[in-house]
């Protein structure tokens, strides 16, 4: 197993995008930034979030001491913000002017979809919606419960949506905790997860090798400025990467 050390990005470092391409921040100083989705309005959220505390408090044993060290130094162990967050670049220079916590008090949130006039989220445990005003900056009313996700042991936290063509079906991802293990995509050796690629395909089939569209996230010692985690396209042209390890997210557009 090989983990690179998080530690943030320096001050005036950041990703290094192909030629042509520039990158901003649109937001900074995020609270361990997992997904996000883009609103039809051009909004983004941001689900800020991390693993859920375990059942009764600290979960014991030689297995989960190990663990937790491991994701300690990839830093994956920080209290979970549990909200999603607004972000709204009025201007489109790639810089969100506003920001507003759009919803909170959730469960280790991840996966986000619209669905009419509904916002459907994926809490660790389960799926819950929200009734969605385009332009809001806030959603105050309750959620109400769509059905439980698995939550067990082994069901990995990060749940995620997706809606059917015609909005009538929704789709929930359910992963497995076993990338504890060698098979994790940020403790492998040698070390992956900490670029984004991108796959040229034709006729619905990949036509070429990955080609690195994000990278940098990683120092000359190995150890971790940033760690890309959701993507997303803006609408505008830009493609939107959370940072969980440097708490932003990043935009990533052509040059004019």
């Keep these: 197993m090989s983990v690179a050390p998080a530690v943030g990005w320096p001050r005036g470092q950041q990703p290094t995008a192909p030629p042509g391409r520039r990158v901003t ?18 909004d983004v959220l941001v689900a800020e979030s ?22 300690k130094r990839a830093g994956a162990v920080t209290p979970s913000a549990d909200r ?25 949130p991840f996966g986000m979809g619209l669905v009419g006039d509904q ?49 009538r079906r929704l789709y929930a991802t359910v992963g497995s905790n076993s990338n504890v293990g ?29 080609k690195t569209f994000l990278g940098g996230f990683l120092s000359p010692e190995l150890r971790a400025w940033g760690r890309p985690v959701g993507v997303a ?8 990467v959370a940072d969980d390890v440097g708490n932003t997210v990043w935009r990533i557009a052509p040059l004019r």
Excluded: C
């Design 119 to 167: 916002l459907y989220v994926a809490n660790a445990d389960g799926s819950v919606r929200f009734p969605y005003r385009a332009g809001a900056l806030r959603i105050d009313a309750p959620p109400q419960g769509v059905t439980d996700l698995p939550a067990s042991r082994n069901h990995h936290w990060t749940k995620n949506l997706l809606a059917s063509p015609d909005g």
């Design 84 to 108: 999603i967050t607004l972000l709204r670049d009025t201007d489109g220079d790639g810089v969100a002017e506003t920001r507003s916590v759009f919803v909170q008090q959730l469960h280790s």
């Design 182 to 210: 060698e098979n994790g995509s940020w403790n492998r050796r040698p070390l992956v997860g900490y670029e984004v690629v991108f796959i040229p395909f034709a006729n619905g089939a990949p036509v070429g090798p990955p």
């Design 50 to 71: 991390d693993k859920p505390a375990a059942p009764g408090g600290q979960a014991w044993g030689l297995r989960a001491w190990v663990t937790s060290l491991v994701m």
């Design 233 to 240: 396209l803006d609408g505008r042209g830009g493609v939107l």
């Design 25 to 42: 921040a649109l937001a900074t100083d995020l609270d361990h930034p997992r997904w996000v989705y883009v609103l039809p309005n051009g």
